[in-house]
């Protein structure tokens, strides 16, 4: 994983240079580059168009917000924390899904589960806002009612309970099945690559299975498992129309999940604003998807340093 | 290291895969064929005036409101008139105006007239400005759904505190006022409205800044303007979301109301039931904007209207074309499309497919001598 295949050839010997490798490698390097190409102009597009967007006067933003941070600052607070959210539902479910296949299931029963999960994958997300809309938060609305009736004293349950159940907290678990088969296919693979030798030796130790996964499959599994999440994370800051039907949107910062006015996300907010904008409102909606790649970015950057720092470590 | 013996993983993640793509393939390809249907076959028989002599194509964009009705006319138009092609996109008004301006498109639908800046400005396809034809009607119900309740009584204060957050239980004694021998349940309100910009909302904010103004303080505009109440995306998202929760109430076009209960609306002393009549008769009754064109009909409905036959929640949405085309042929097909849209056979097949509300006779002719003057 770590090491490149394009290691200098020996000094000694000659190196053999067959067509195939040339062509093989050319079009390696052409795909490499595209891919470099197409963000690019991605990031030159968005760049472009945002500019106009950052001296956008007070009568052309939504009514309420007077520069352009104060109107972006709620939906970067929204896309987070709607991902946020998401993710602390998906985690350890999908951690226990993919475990209950890698270590506990018969191998019939994992491959029928390992099958199932990976349909959820293929599942447009257009079916799941439907979903969401007319099945979800319909059946949870009781129970968020009755969460704000008991636990109300619990900041996150106060507030005015909603009336139809389509709240950021129905979000969350709309984009925690989406996002649960991203992160349980790539925690499945990882816990079987565990190596035997360290399962037996735990064994050995007269460890019981919950204890021998404690000590040698989660810890060989950290990196895996940072970069399954941080990959599940990126999938839910980016999803749009499930967010856009499901969600009844206010661009506010509010930590209550059981309310009418929820922070909307970035690329809902798009999604919902843009057929009817022209101009310079454009121009804003544009910049916000700037600020959603940016923060993209920094999600990126922040998964591969913490890969990289845990998997040195995992050895000791 | 050797490798694991459970060795299920690889061969499985590509048959997932492999079916994952296939799945995939398979949904693009449904989408593809169902866009490509083409809307020229089976007429209605009762189109447009046939001169057989037309031949053209048409892009027009704009409002989502006006989408079935322009599809009826489209098939209608294009099965009287075999040489002509018109497409239209659906994909808001406000974008629908910019490519008109622009240029990359001939026509658009528009819930809102050109503003004065946009007549001010260029039409890349016109000599000269743009102008506004009214060519759809639509009384805008407010639908709701409140356990026990079947039938409300609303005026134009009231709405505007219910959807601005001051009034939340459904027992509130300024709804109670107005409903007297109904009883009303505590359940608390729920008022839903669009979280994607609409035409709809910019005539139900327009109606309640003008007629109650302490109370709505925002002027008329695409998005919802206050922070309270719950946003549901499109018309259909509206519906589901009324229908959803108990307590709800919502603005959504008289033609989508479905089974749910409508409010009738204070209008002088009496109370309105969103009818097509009572749209029709707002839109006659509207004002002309003043200072344009005279042949641009840029219609406000008189919302603080008294006339109990004119219902004030009424949406005009427009065919935005040239006077006259730089191009003529282009000019000779719009005349004869937007004749036809305008036609009382064209406000007959809108109303049958869309719901929407007819224009009346009086408003027909003015409209249609303007189209017929398309050059």
Known sequence: ?????AVAPPVSAKPVRRPGDLIFSGTALAAGLLILVALAAVAVFLVGESIPALGVKKADLPVGFSTFLEYAGPLVFG???AALL????????????ALFISHYAPRRVARGLGYVIDLLAAVPSVVYGLWGITVLAPFVQPFYTFLNTYLGWVPFFSGSVSATGRTVLTVAVVLAVMVLPIITALCREVFLQTPRLQEEAAYALGATRWEMIRISVLPFGRAGIVSAVMLGLGRALGETLAVAMVLSPAVVVSFFVLTTQNPTTIAANIALQFPDSYGISVNVLIATGLVLFVITFVVNALARGIVSRT???RNN | MHTPSKGIPLKHLRASLAIGTALTAMIALSSCASNESTPAASGSGSAAS??????????GQGSSA??????????????????VTINYNPVGSGAGRTAFESGGAQYAGSDTYLSDAEVKGTFALCNGQGIDLPDYISPIALAFNVKGVTALKLDATTIAKIFSGKITTWNDPAIKALNSGVSLPSTKIDPVHRSDKSGTTHNLTDYLNKTAPSVWTAAGADAFPFKTGEGAQGTSGVVAAIKGGNGTIGYIDNSQVGSLPVAQIKVGSTYVTPSADGAAAAAEAGTVASGRDASDFAIDVNRTTTDSKQYP????????VCKQYKDPAIGKVVSAYATYVTSTEGQAAAAKVAGSAPMSAALIAKVQAVAKAIK
């Open chain 1, 1 to 5: 994983m770590t090491s490149s295949p």
């Open chain 1, 79 to 81: 896309t987070v924390w």
């Open chain 1, 86 to 97: 998401a993710l602390v539902i998906a985690v350890p479910l999908s951690l226990g899904i």
């Open chain 1, 311 to 313: 998997s040195v470590g």
């Open chain 2, 50 to 59: 046939s001169t057989g002599t037309l031949s053209g194509q048409l892009n």
């Open chain 2, 66 to 83: 006006q989408g079935n009705a322009q599809t009826q006319w489209i098939k209608d138009f294009q099965t009287a008139n075999s040489g």
């Open chain 2, 313 to 320: 929640i009424t949406l005009i949405s427009n065919l935005i």
